[in-house]
């Protein structure tokens, strides 16, 4: 780690985007040579950008760690792409770690991925990509409140926070689809609103008599 | 062990001094015999005597010390004082001998009158002739019938009369001979009685005691204890069957008799507590001006009126009475809190005096209006940084100065997802399903979140509501 000296801006924060996930796809007529015989499915987890763009400005590895079944269980991709291909029969949790750029001097971000193997019929929502092939990806912004300068120089060189307008096979993660979300969330919360109104007055009523 | 067995054993032939005792090494059984040879050496006791034994004597291992079992021989020097055997006069036919303590010449040959003889006392009871009973039985009728009449009810007062008549003379007299003889003792004389016709103890008690007074009222009628041969037969009679019925009580009557009574003594010590109570209450609420008329606290005004007063009046009471002992140690504290706020003040003032000339603010103020100030530096040190970009640049690089005091360093924005007590999430997760929302949202973006938080928060009212609702519903229904 270089000594990260530099001062924190405070009262400022910057925003990355970012996308993880799975992908799986069961053996089709070809299996892979070294893949175990109870191994049903080829998957692969990553960590990118939005559009698949280079995030290693930022991202200086990335540590998966696998179910304690597999041999050599925690993974480190040091490189992008930051995905990890492997063959399995079940789901489980994995451990993502995102290490920073030294210059950042921030401590790393960890959380959990379900990976998923099978479809699930009641989400539709979900899109399908062709060729049975499973995903399970999820869009997440990485916050960085009150970076050091040097942080603040590397991202401010690289704008990377703007977002396709319109939804995309490629990338479905857009302006569009959050205004949807927007609207999904705005319709919900007048629906609350509304019960809380019939709430309110038949709390008064109750109290009335 | 006697010591000769101890030689036995060693095949040691022994010179004793005894002879005899050697070859037979059983155990001397008398201890006179060795007493008397060795009567200094009967002493010894404990080790002394086993290291005795051991010396080559034919002891018994035990010395028996000659005891006497009989009571010691009285060893009185004085002379024992004489008593004599002399007659006296229990009676005046008969005479009798008994021990009296002195020599015979003190005592003398006459036979001495008993000292118990001046116990032996009999009552004079009246006696009178034929013509004397008829005479005072017949004196004063009318006196009788009022007697009769004062004593006893209406319906007994006929029979009295007429076992008044009964009585003959022969038989007034024999019952006072009988009196006369037995000393007045009316069991013994109830129990001698003897005659045609049947006559109870009481009877015999009115009749004597009726004659005795008109006797005693012919010969002298202003007599004072005349009123106290009054005989109440009547009550005489109840007081017996009152007796006759307590004694013949079955153990259950008497178990329930004491239970009632022990009942009726817990319902006084209640009655008296309640009394007490009462009082003590009473006397606490007329405490003030208890002397006026009640009338000016009949109205709601008055009672509330009556209510302050009664209140101010108590902790005025309280603050009085209560003598409990301070706690000196809070005391202490609280004189250290004091000293330590003035010194601050002090200190205060000075710092205010030299920088601003604003009113003194406590502590957490201050440092409010301080972390502003640097807050506003802060941002304006953050806003000179970005004053190179414009509003679209910045939505690019996702700059923003938000101005607020969080927590610095990384985080994925969907972790900042407001979570609530495990039993309302849940609670909050069905609403949203109900409502096709995620828990999470898709794309966890500032707006998002925003919308999403906004929510949340209509979320938790709507439960917080709806369990109010429940609530005063439940309520309802008990008071139905």
């Not at chain 1, 029969?89 to 998923?116: C, P, Q, T």
């Not at chain 2, 070859?23 to 007493?35: E, H, L, Q, R």
């Not at chain 2, 109900?434 to 919308?451: G, W």
Request: with cysteine; glycine share 4%; aromatic share 8%.
């Amino acid at each position: 780690m270089a000594p990260g000296v530099s001062k924190r801006i405070k009262t400022l924060s910057l925003t990355r985007p970012i996308i993880y996930g799975n992908t799986a796809k069961k053996f089709g007529e070809v299996r892979p040579p070294n893949a175990p015989a109870e191994h049903t499915h080829l998957w692969t987890i990553f960590v990118r950008g939005p559009q698949d763009e280079d995030i290693s400005y930022l991202i200086k590895k990335v540590v998966f760690k696998l179910h304690d079944t597999y041999p050599n269980a925690t993974r480190t991709v040091e490189a992008p792409p930051f995905e990890l291909t492997e063959t399995g029969w079940g789901e489980f949790e994995i451990n993502v770690k995102i290490h920073f750029v030294d210059e950042a001097n921030e401590k790393m971000v960890s959380f959990y991925h379900h990976l998923r193997l099978h479809p699930y019929h009641n989400v539709k929502a979900e899109p399908q990509a062709p060729n049975d092939e499973i995903s399970s990806i999820y869009y997440d912004e990485l916050v960085f409140n009150e970076p050091n300068e040097e942080l603040f120089k590397i991202l401010v060189s690289r704008p990377g926070n703007l977002l396709p307008s319109n939804k995309t096979d490629k990338c479905i993660f857009s302006k569009q689809l959050e205004q949807e979300e927007i609207d999904r969330i705005k319709i919900g919360i007048s629906k609350v609103d509304n019960e809380i109104e019939e709430l309110k007055a038949k709390i008064a009523k109750q109290l009335e008599n | 062990m006697s010591s000769s067995d101890i030689f036995d054993v060693l095949n040691i032939q022994q010179k004793s001094k005894s002879p005899g005792s050697t070859n037979s090494p059983t155990p001397v059984a008398s201890s006179s015999g060795t007493a008397s040879n060795r009567a200094p050496k009967t002493q010894v006791t404990g080790m002394q005597r086993e290291l005795y034994s051991l010396l080559g004597e034919n002891q018994p291992p035990l010395v028996v010390q000659p005891s006497n079992k009989f009571k010691e021989k009285l060893a009185s020097i004085s002379k024992p004082s004489p008593w004599t055997y002399a007659p006296f006069k229990a009676n005046l036919s008969v005479k009798l001998h008994h021990w009296v303590k002195g020599s015979k010449e003190l005592v003398g040959e006459e036979p001495q009158e008993s000292p118990h003889s001046k116990y032996n006392v009999h009552l004079t009871i009246p006696s009178f002739s034929r013509e004397e009973y008829e005479s005072f039985m017949n004196n004063a009728p009318e006196e009788q019938e009022k007697e009769n009449s004062a004593q006893n009810d209406e319906k007994n007062a006929n029979t009295d009369s007429k076992t008044d008549q009964d009585w003959t003379f022969e038989e007034a007299d024999y019952l006072f001979r009988l009196c006369r003889k037995y000393d007045m003792r009316w069991f013994v004389i109830y129990d001698r009685y003897s005659s045609e016709k049947r006559r109870t103890l009481e009877d015999l008690k009115e009749t004597f005691y009726k004659v005795c007074k008109r006797y005693f009222t012919a010969k002298s009628p202003d007599d004072a204890l005349l009123s106290s041969l009054d005989y109440p037969k009547q009550k005489e009679l109840e007081r017996k069957k009152y007796l006759q019925r307590l004694l013949s009580r079955s153990a259950a009557e008497i178990a329930e008799e004491e239970a009632l009574i022990i009942e009726s003594r817990k319902f006084e010590m209640a009655a008296k507590k309640t009394l007490n109570e009462r009082e003590s209450l009473l006397r606490l609420l007329d405490s003030p001006n208890s002397d006026q008329s009640v009338s000016q606290y009949l109205s709601s005004q008055g009672i509330s009126q009556l209510y302050g007063s009664l209140l101010s009046d108590k902790s005025k009471k309280r603050k009085h009475n209560t003598n409990v002992p301070e706690n000196p140690w809070m005391k202490q504290q609280q004189q250290f809190a004091q000293q330590r706020q003035q010194l601050q003040q002090l200190q205060d003032r000075k710092h205010d005096g030299q920088d601003l000339a604003s009113p003194r603010k406590t502590k957490k103020q201050k440092q409010e209006i301080q972390t502003a100030i640097k807050r506003k530096a802060e941002s304006v040190y953050a806003e000179h940084l970005l004053k190179n970009f414009n509003q679209e640049e910045r939505a690019a690089l996702g700059v923003v100065t938000h101005g607020e005091k969080l927590a610095p360093g990384v985080f994925l924005r969907s972790t900042k997802v407001s979570t609530f007590k495990p039993a309302l999430q849940n609670k909050v997760a069905t609403i949203l399903q109900e409502l096709d929302l995620p828990t999470r949202p898709a794309m966890p973006t500032s707006e998002v979140m925003k919308e999403h938080e906004e929510l949340l928060k209509g979320i938790a009212t709507l439960v917080d509501l709806k369990k109010h609702l429940d609530k005063l519903e439940a309520e309802k229904s008990i008071v139905k």
